[in-house]
């Protein structure tokens, strides 16, 4: 059975920072791109970091770059979020998704595998 489970979210204050873990299991996601999307309270669901199979492409939300770094962990088949720098707009629920897609087209749609999602919350 394939799963991504995330974990890490929690509260922290504005200009603080958190890292975000994307575990997966149940099958070899080569050649999928994983990618992190959020959802904040009454808003659509967004794009936010994407990383494909090598590595060696990664994508990211205009609104988060220069403070979100995605990365990716053979090893232990996990993916990560490091989050500095947050801001009270970056409160949502995270989901970490997969997709067989080059990570500059990861979007909210057409993933074909979903975690349940990581509550992050940003004090102003």
């Known amino acids: 059975q394939v799963s991504l489970v995330e974990s890490g979210g929690g509260l922290v204050q504005a200009g603080g ?26 808003k659509e669901r967004e794009f936010v970091a994407a990383i494909n199979w090598t590595g060696a492409s990664t994508s990211y939300a205009d609104s988060v770059k220069g ?20 801001k009270p707009e970056d409160t949502a629920v995270y989901y970490c998704a997969a997709a067989r897609s080059a990570a500059h087209t990861m979007g909210v749609v057409g993933n074909d595998y979903w975690g349940q999602g990581t509550q992050v919350t940003v004090s102003a």
């Open 17 to 42: 920072s958190l890292r975000l873990s994307c575990a997966a299991s149940g099958r070899t996601f080569s050649g999928y791109s994983i990618g992190w999307l959020r959802q904040a309270p009454r």
């Open 67 to 86: 403070r979100f770094t995605i990365s990716r962990q053979y090893a232990k088949n996990t993916v990560y979020l490091q989050m500095n720098n947050l």
